[in-house]
C-alpha cells in the first residue's frame, strides 16, 4: 500500500466511525471536509488499487499478538451471512439464514456468506470477556455462484484451512488453537492442519472411535491395519460411568455428565484425540459430543475452550450493528472482497485502541434504570474513539486562544453526550 493510498483509506475509516449508513459515499459526507479529493478516488481505493486485505489483515494480527503472551493463540472460525439486494453483484447467492430459521425449518436468504478466521483475547479492562478479533476473512461462494461468475468451487472448510494456513505460516514460530463448531471440525480441516496447530471442534453422538491400529506382526501378510478395536462411540461413552462436574461457561453454572477418552475418529485413522461427551443434567439441552486434538487436555478444558467460540458470534453481531457489515454497495470482484472485511478489520481496531487508550478515561454511562454496569460495551468503546476524536480535532481547530477554552469544554461535553 502506497502513502496516498494509505492516506485514503485513514479518510474513509475516519468517516465510517461516524456515518450513520456505512458505504464510502456517505464515509465521504461524516468527514466533511477532510475528504479534499475527488470521491472516484475513493472508490477506487477498493475498486482498483493495488493493496492486500489478506497484508492488512495479518498487520492487524501482529498488533493483537503483544497482547496474547507467549503461551498458545486461539483462534476462532465461523462463517457468516451478509445479506444483500441486486443479482449483478459479485459472488452473491442463496445461503442459510440463521436468524430466520429455526431447529425445524431451514430458511435461506439472499447476500454474500464470509468465513472469518479471528484471534480471541482476553484484555484487562474486561478480564471477564474473552474478544474475537477478526483478522482474516474469504467469501464462500456456492456452487451455482461460481457456474455462473465462473472460478473453482471451493467449500467453506477449504477456505477455512486456507485462512488458518495462511496465519500459522507468518507466525511459524507461535502454536495456534483453532475452535469451530462442526462444520469445520471435518476431515476436510483435521487432515491438513499445520504442524504448529491444534483443533477443538463438535462431534457426532454416534462418531466411530477406534483405538490405535495394532503394529504389524512379523511375516504378517497383507496391507497394514489403518484402525484397531472399535470403541463405543459419545452415546455409549455416556450411558456408562461418568463423572459429575459443577461447569462455569457461557456466563452460567451448570451440573453435567462428562466422560472422557482418547480415540482415533474412523475418517483420521493416524491422528489420535481427546473426545469429551457431555450431559447436561439442567436446563434441558440434549447430550453433546466434542473433540480436540491436544491430547494433554482435560474434558473440563476442552469443554472451557469451544465456549470461547461464542466470542466470534458476539464480533459478527456487534460489527453489523455498529460498523455496517452488511451494508457496503460495492459490486465489483475486488469492490466486494475489500469493502466488508475492511469494516471487520476495523471493529478489530477500535478494540485494540480501547484496550490501548481508550479505557484509560473510561466512566460507565449513568443510567437510572442501569446502575450496576461496570464493563464497558462495543458501543461504549466506539462511543469513546467518537468522542476523543471530535475532542482532539475542536481543541486542534480553536488553537491556544484564551478565553474560547472553556465553552469548548462545555460544548464537548454535550457532544460527548451525543455519541
Same mark, same amino acid.
Given at each position: 500500500?502506497?502513502?496516498?493510498?494509505?492516506?485514503?483509506?485513514?479518510?474513509?475509516?475516519?468517516?465510517?466511525?461516524?456515518?450513520?449508513?456505512?458505504?464510502?459515499?456517505?464515509?465521504?459526507?461524516? *468527514?466533511?471536509?477532510?475528504?479534499?479529493?475527488?470521491?472516484?478516488?475513493?472508490?477506487?481505493?477498493?475498486?482498483?488499487?493495488?493493496?492486500?486485505?489478506?497484508?492488512?489483515?495479518?498487520?492487524?494480527?501482529?498488533?493483537?499478538?503483544?497482547?496474547?503472551?507467549?503461551?498458545?493463540?486461539?483462534?476462532?472460525?465461523?462463517?457468516?451471512?451478509?445479506?444483500?439486494?441486486?443479482?449483478?453483484?459479485?459472488? *452473491?447467492?442463496?445461503?442459510?439464514?440463521?436468524?430466520?430459521?429455526?431447529?425445524?425449518?431451514?430458511?435461506?436468504?439472499?447476500?454474500?456468506?464470509?468465513?472469518?478466521?479471528?484471534?480471541?483475547?482476553?484484555?484487562?479492562?474486561?478480564?471477564?470477556? #474473552?474478544?474475537?478479533?477478526?483478522?482474516?476473512?474469504?467469501?464462500?461462494?456456492?456452487?451455482?455462484?461460481?457456474?455462473?461468475?465462473?472460478?473453482?468451487?471451493?467449500?467453506?472448510?477449504?477456505?477455512?484451512?486456507?485462512?488458518?494456513?495462511?496465519?500459522?505460516?507468518?507466525?511459524?514460530?507461535?502454536?495456534?488453537?483453532?475452535?469451530?463448531?462442526?462444520?469445520?471440525?471435518?476431515?476436510?480441516?483435521?487432515?491438513?492442519?499445520?504442524?504448529?496447530?491444534?483443533?477443538?471442534?463438535?462431534?457426532?453422538?454416534?462418531?466411530?472411535?477406534?483405538?490405535?491400529?495394532?503394529?504389524?506382526?512379523?511375516?504378517?501378510?497383507?496391507?497394514?491395519?489403518?484402525?484397531?478395536?472399535?470403541?463405543?462411540?459419545?452415546?455409549?461413552?455416556?450411558?456408562?460411568?461418568?463423572?459429575?462436574?459443577?461447569?462455569?461457561?457461557?456466563?452460567?453454572?451448570?451440573?453435567?455428565?462428562?466422560?472422557?477418552?482418547?480415540?482415533?475418529?474412523?475418517?483420521?485413522?493416524?491422528?489420535?484425540?481427546?473426545?469429551?461427551?457431555?450431559?447436561?443434567?439442567?436446563?434441558?439441552?440434549?447430550?453433546?459430543?466434542?473433540?480436540?486434538?491436544?491430547?494433554?487436555?482435560?474434558?473440563?478444558?476442552?469443554?472451557?475452550?469451544?465456549?470461547?467460540?461464542?466470542?466470534?458470534?458476539?464480533?459478527?453481531?456487534?460489527?453489523?450493528?455498529?460498523?455496517?457489515?452488511?451494508?457496503?454497495?460495492?459490486?465489483?470482484?475486488?469492490?466486494?472482497?475489500?469493502?466488508?472485511?475492511?469494516?471487520?478489520?476495523?471493529?478489530?481496531?477500535?478494540?485494540?485502541?480501547?484496550?490501548?487508550?481508550?479505557?484509560?478515561?473510561?466512566?460507565?454511562?449513568?443510567?437510572?434504570?442501569?446502575? #450496576?454496569?461496570?464493563?464497558?460495551?462495543?458501543?461504549?468503546?466506539?462511543?469513546?474513539?467518537?468522542?476523543?476524536?471530535?475532542?482532539?480535532?475542536?481543541?486542534?481547530?480553536?488553537?491556544?486562544?484564551?478565553?474560547?477554552?472553556?465553552?469548548?469544554?462545555?460544548?464537548?461535553?454535550?457532544?460527548?453526550?451525543?455519541?
Amino acid at each position: 500500500m502506497t502513502v496516498p493510498t494509505f492516506l485514503n483509506f485513514v479518510t474513509v475509516l475516519t468517516g465510517w466511525l461516524f456515518a450513520q449508513r456505512h458505504t464510502v459515499t456517505a464515509s465521504l459526507v461524516a *468527514v466533511g471536509r477532510g475528504a479534499t479529493k475527488h470521491h472516484s478516488v475513493y472508490h477506487r481505493l477498493f475498486a482498483s488499487a493495488q493493496w492486500s486485505v489478506d497484508e492488512l489483515g495479518l498487520a492487524v494480527a501482529a498488533l493483537i499478538l503483544p497482547w496474547l503472551g507467549a503461551g498458545t493463540i486461539f483462534v476462532a472460525v465461523d462463517d457468516t451471512l451478509a445479506r444483500k439486494r441486486g443479482k449483478k453483484i459479485f459472488g *452473491v447467492g442463496m445461503h442459510h439464514d440463521p436468524l430466520i430459521s429455526t431447529r425445524k425449518t431451514a430458511l435461506m436468504n439472499w447476500g454474500h456468506s464470509w468465513v472469518v478466521l479471528g484471534l480471541i483475547v482476553r484484555f484487562p479492562f474486561h478480564p471477564h470477556r #474473552c474478544f474475537c478479533l477478526p483478522v482474516l476473512l474469504r467469501l464462500y461462494r456456492s456452487q451455482q455462484t461460481v457456474h455462473r461468475e465462473g472460478g473453482a468451487y471451493r467449500t467453506r472448510p477449504e477456505l477455512a484451512v486456507e485462512l488458518v494456513q495462511m496465519l500459522c505460516a507468518r507466525f511459524g514460530q507461535r502454536h495456534f488453537h483453532v475452535i469451530g463448531d462442526g462444520a469445520y471440525g471435518g476431515q476436510n480441516v483435521l487432515k491438513q492442519l499445520p504442524a504448529n496447530c491444534d483443533l477443538t471442534s463438535r462431534l457426532l453422538l454416534e462418531a466411530r472411535l477406534y483405538e490405535a491400529a495394532p503394529p504389524r506382526r512379523r511375516g504378517q501378510s497383507g496391507r497394514p491395519r489403518k484402525r484397531g478395536k472399535r470403541l463405543p462411540p459419545p452415546r455409549q461413552m455416556l450411558a456408562q460411568r461418568a463423572q459429575r462436574v459443577s461447569l462455569a461457561i457461557y456466563g452460567r453454572h451448570d451440573r453435567v455428565r462428562l466422560a472422557d477418552l482418547m480415540a482415533y475418529l474412523h475418517a483420521v485413522p493416524q491422528r489420535a484425540v481427546r473426545v469429551v461427551a457431555v450431559e447436561p443434567l439442567s436446563g434441558g439441552r440434549t447430550a453433546q459430543a466434542f473433540y480436540s486434538t491436544c491430547l494433554s487436555a482435560t474434558a473440563v478444558e476442552i469443554l472451557s475452550w469451544y465456549a470461547m467460540r461464542w466470542s466470534i458470534e458476539q464480533a459478527f453481531q456487534e460489527s453489523k450493528t455498529y460498523l455496517g457489515f452488511e451494508q457496503p454497495q460495492g459490486w465489483t470482484r475486488r469492490a466486494v472482497q475489500r469493502t466488508a472485511p475492511t469494516a471487520m478489520l476495523l471493529y478489530s481496531l477500535v478494540i485494540l485502541w480501547f484496550a490501548g487508550w481508550g479505557h484509560q478515561g473510561w466512566q460507565a454511562p449513568r443510567r437510572s434504570w442501569y446502575r #450496576c454496569k461496570r464493563w464497558p460495551s462495543f458501543a461504549d468503546m466506539l462511543a469513546a474513539l467518537r468522542w476523543q476524536s471530535v475532542r482532539a480535532e475542536v481543541l486542534h481547530r480553536a488553537g491556544p486562544t484564551k478565553g474560547v477554552q472553556k465553552p469548548l469544554l462545555n460544548l464537548l461535553k454535550t457532544l460527548k453526550c451525543a455519541a
